[in-house]
Nanobody
Framework: QVQLVESGGGLVQAGGSLRLSCAASGRTFSSYAMGWFRQAPGKEREFVATISWRSTRTYYADSVKGRFTISRDNAKNTVYLQMNSLKPEDTAVYYC?????????????WGQGTQVTVSS
């Protein structure tokens, strides 16, 4: 089992930045791929970014490429999502997830989510 707790969400103006953090506990964090997903009101949850366990591979949704950066610190059991140039359409609940592979369909453990609201 892996327990995940997100933080860093909030309200920001369009064009601004936020950094989300996800602290993991439980089984060995460094052996898991990590990811960020989001769900906007009335929409299904969607993939945002994932990172392999050694940070050698990262994947991004087209909608966030060039604006968001996923990273991890295995010594701190933490994964981050740096979000720059935020747009109102980035408004959503952001979820951290852990799995055996960085492919979006491979995530088994989920956090409770943190709200990100981008005002225009």
């Amino acid at each position: 089992q892996v327990q995940l707790v997100e933080s860093g969400g909030g309200l920001v103006q369009a064009g601004g930045s936020l950094r989300l953090s996800c602290a993991a506990s439980g089984r060995t964090f460094s052996s898991y791929a990590m990811g960020w997903f989001r769900q906007a009101p009335g929409k299904e949850r969607e993939f945002v970014a994932t990172i392999s366990w050694r940070s050698t591979r990262t994947y991004y949704a087209d909608s966030v490429k060039g604006r968001f950066t996923i990273s991890r610190d295995n010594a701190k059991n933490t994964v981050y999502l740096q979000m720059n140039s935020l747009k109102p359409e980035d408004t959503a609940v952001y979820y951290c997830a852990a799995g055996l592979s960085p492919t979006p369909g491979s995530f088994d453990y989920w956090g409770q989510g943190t709200q990100v609201t981008v005002s225009s």
